[in-house]
Every structure is written in C-alpha cells, then in structure tokens.
T-cell receptor, first 113, second 117 residues
Framework: GESVGLHLPTLSVQEGDNSIINCAYS??????FIWYKQESGKGPQFIID?????DKRQGQRVTVLLNKTVKHLSLQIAATQPGDSAVYFC????????????FGAGTRLAVHP | GAVVSQHPSRVICKSGTSVKIECRSL??????MFWYRQFPKKSLMLMAT?????????EQGVEKDKFLINHASLTLSTLTVTSAHPEDSSFYIC?????????????FGPGTRLLVL
C-alpha cells in the first residue's frame, strides 16, 4: 500500500554541524507534509510543515525541502545542538479530509559534543 | 497555545480489566481528534479518527469493540481499551486538529503508556 519511508534509521552528527534527514513518500495525492520531533517517552512535537505548492520552507534553524518529481522530503537542521537529539518523523496527508497523517518509520538523530 | 494533554500518563492494569485514556485540547476546540498507537522504536500507527458528536472512524485492522472511542465535547476524546490483554501494552498518543486561517495543524498529546500484566 501507500507508505512514507525514510532512507536512514540513525544519523550521528557532531554538535555544530548541519543535519539532513531524508524521507521518501509514495502517495502522489499527498499535498501536505510535516516533520515531527519525538523525544523519548513523549508525544511528537511539530517542527515544520510544507504544502505541495512550495518546494522550500524555512523556520528557525530548520528548512524543509520538497521534491515532488522524485517524491522526496528532507529536513535540514542548522548548527545541530545536543537538544536536537531525538527521533524525527516525516508525515504526509491529503488535505480536504480530516488531515489524516501517515507517518514514516523515523530517523534517530544523535548529536555528539 | 495549542496544548493537548492526556491522562493518565502511565497506567498499569491487570489482564481482563478496562482502561480509559483521556485526551483534551486545553486552549482550543477540536472537532477532530486522532488516536495512535506506538510500539517501542517504531512509528506511530493511526488507530482511529474521533469526530465530535459522531462515531469514530477506525483504521483497517483496529477492533472498534476493543478500542472504544468517545468524542463527547470539542475538547475531550476518550479511548477505552476493553478487556485489556498483555498484547495491548503500548504507548497510546492522541492528537487534535487546530484550524487556523484555513489551515489545519495537528498537535499531539504527551502519550499514555499502558502496561497490562
């Protein structure tokens, strides 16, 4: 069936470096994409979202890129900090309904001092 | 703003008992809430969509008689795990849709860890 998947299960980076977390999606009807951060034992925390009419969106230290041609989504974190260590999930949805999200498998980001 | 709470945060129960988990949107009204289940080191799996004033919509493979959902008000949805068994042990997370400026954003609760002995 349709699914959202991630290329890397874990990502280790040095503090201060930039991080890039990738995600592939397969539902061509999806037009809304979100990145969430989940720390151990907590619920997902909204980071940034993007709609299919855009290919880039920037937030504070984070940038989401969307490539609809190859159905690829990425999250870039600038100057990664120890507090960024968590599991990151991408999620996709088809707008117009209840905004039902389909989550990817997740990537664990480990930031080393 | 956009805070979603869950209660309890952690519950241990005996096999065969029922457990109720509450999900509340604290500072906004949500006509739509969602219930997810998450196993250790796994992704979130959508269980059902909870609609205020109507029956919940369950995902394929989720037993509606096992996981009872009630969305009694615009700020409260409850999930009741009936006749719980050890395989129901999991991390249950709810979320609520906040509509603003024609855009809906989904905010998540902190989760409830259920352990069935």
């Amino acid at each position: 069936g349709e699914s959202v998947g991630l290329h890397l299960p874990t990502l280790s980076v040095q503090e201060g470096d930039n991080s890039i977390i990738n995600c592939a999606y397969s539902n061509s009807a999806s037009d809304y994409f979100i990145w969430y951060k989940q720390e151990s034992g907590k619920g997902p925390q909204f980071i940034i979202d993007i709609r299919s009419n855009m290919d880039k969106r920037q937030g504070q230290r984070v940038t989401v890129l969307l490539n609809k041609t190859v159905k690829h989504l990425s999250l870039q974190i600038a100057a990664t900090q120890p507090g960024d260590s968590a599991v990151y999930f991408c999620a996709e949805a088809v707008s117009g309904g209840y905004n039902k999200l389909i989550f990817g498998a997740g990537t664990r980001l480990a930031v080393h001092p | 703003g956009a805070v979603v709470s869950q209660h309890p945060s952690r519950v241990i129960c005996k096999s065969g008992t029922s457990v109720k988990i509450e999900c509340r949107s604290l500072d906004f009204q949500a006509t739509t809430m969602f219930w997810y289940r998450q196993f250790p080191k796994k992704s979130l799996m959508l269980m059902a969509t909870s609609n205020e004033g109507s029956k919940a919509t369950y995902e394929q493979g989720v037993e509606k008689d096992k996981f009872l959902i009630n969305h009694a008000s615009l700020t409260l949805s409850t999930l009741t795990v009936t006749s719980a068994h050890p395989e129901d042990s999991s991390f249950y997370i709810c979320s609520a849709n906040l509509a603003s400026g024609g855009v809906e954003t989904q905010y998540f609760g902190p989760g409830t860890r259920l352990l069935v002995l």
